[in-house]
């Protein structure tokens, strides 16, 4: 026993160790550890708090893993005392030699490697639009932030209306570094509508009458969704009537019914009609309108040359402007579009789909003359058809 009460242990030659210490070193070895900054690790919670959960990881001191980095999809009360599970080191020991969590960081990293898989497969992915911002979308990518250009969206609604919904999505680009990913909705509907349109053309035939929506409209016709293909509905198979552009009868949105005329199946392009599911008014407009006969018809369209009148639904006959300028200088009247006006048909040629109009009768010479010259040009028509089907 030393003078200061302590006890001493010396061994056989004089040297002092301390059996105390070397028991106690011992005891540390039992935690002999090496933890960095952005390793993954296991460990089981011990307790939850309201800041967050203490868990033992096999450190000298219980790691702390805050609420904040609690997992996005685990609230903080679906973790409990016992759970086993793998955590991020997000810092490592303080003053207190306590190391700091994230569990949130673990399926992050999971994350940033199922989306990686998925720009491998080129695979489709589902995510919820969040909110919109200046140039596109944001949106949830499996608890990651993802954007959506303006230019790689096919929708119909507005974005606003889109925030809160799931779309589909492929992956244009990611950058873990920069935490950044891109991803593009437009190539996700395009592939879908190239295998649409694939299964359209191998059913689609000329002849056929199918339902479409207007999807746009141009100066020389109007495009048509039949559901994956855009068929071009030109401007003059609309209507037997004349049409000066498509917005004065169709408006996008619109279901329409329309008959397939041609299909180009090298170019995947369609062609339209919606009159030739009707019938041809030229066809009718024999039976019931004569040569030199008086007629009322409305003035459609007014050009430099002359003044189309429509003599019969759907059949349009010309009113010279000599005529007009005659019958302006007799009665000091003008020919408006609109004008309800009664003329005499002075030509007629419906095979030739051609009506010319006067406000003055023909005389009978005038008349007999007319009728033969319309006798011999049907009778040449026909035999230039019939030679054409003898060659053919």
């Avoid at 006890?7 to 933890?35: H, I, M």
């Avoid at 679906?78 to 793998?86: L, N, P, R, T, V």
């Avoid at 009665?331 to 030509?347: F, H, L, M, W």
């Avoid at 319309?374 to 040449?380: G, I, K």
């Amino acid at each position: 026993m030393s003078p200061s009460g302590k006890k001493v242990y010396d061994d056989a030659e004089g040297n002092a160790p301390n059996t105390l210490k070397e028991e106690f070193e011992k005891l540390l070895n039992q935690y002999d550890y090496n933890f960095n900054k952005g390793d993954i690790v296991k460990g089981t919670i011990i307790s939850v708090e309201s800041s967050g959960a203490l868990v033992d990881i096999g450190a000298k001191t219980a790691a702390f893993l805050p609420s904040k980095e609690i997992s996005n999809s685990m609230a903080q009360d679906g973790i409990k005392s016992g759970d086993e599970m793998e955590f991020f080191i997000l810092r490592e020991e303080n003053e207190d030699g306590q190391l700091t969590l994230s569990r949130r960081r673990v399926f992050t990293a999971q994350s940033w490697n199922e989306l990686q898989a998925l720009v491998d497969n080129d695979a489709v992915i589902e995510c919820t639009v969040t909110s919109v911002v200046k140039g596109g979308l944001l949106i949830d990518v499996m608890g990651l932030r993802g954007f959506v250009p303006s230019s790689h969206l096919r929708v119909k609604s507005s974005l606003d209306e889109l925030v809160g919904q799931t779309l589909p999505f492929k992956i244009l680009s990611l950058d873990q570094q920069r935490n950044n990913i891109i991803l593009s909705h437009r190539k996700v509907m395009a592939e879908q509508m190239a295998e649409q349109r694939k299964e359209l053309f191998a059913d689609l035939q000329v002849n056929d009458v199918v339902e479409g929506e207007v999807v746009r409209l141009t100066d020389f016709g109007a495009f048509i969704d039949l559901g994956g293909v855009d068929g071009l509905l030109p401007l003059s198979q609309m209507s037997w009537r004349w049409v000066e552009h498509p917005s004065d009868i169709l408006s996008i949105g619109e279901k329409v019914k329309v008959e397939v005329i041609g299909i180009d199946y090298e170019k995947q392009r369609v062609s339209l009609s919606i009159k030739s599911q009707f019938p041809d008014p030229w066809l009718e407009v024999v039976k019931v309108l004569a040569l030199n006969e008086k007629v009322e018809g409305n003035v459609t369209r007014i050009k430099h040359f002359g003044a189309f009148v429509e003599v019969y639904p759907g059949v349009e006959a010309l009113l010279p402007s000599r005529d007009i300028t005659d019958h302006q200088n007799a009665t000091n009247k003008q020919v408006n579009v609109g004008d309800k006006i009664e003329t005499y048909i002075v030509k007629f040629n419906p095979e030739e789909r051609r009506i010319s109009l006067s406000f003055q009768p023909l005389s009978e010479e005038e008349a007999r003359l007319a009728m033969a010259h319309a006798a011999s040009s049907a009778e040449f028509n026909r035999n230039v058809e019939e030679q054409s089907a003898s060659h053919s």
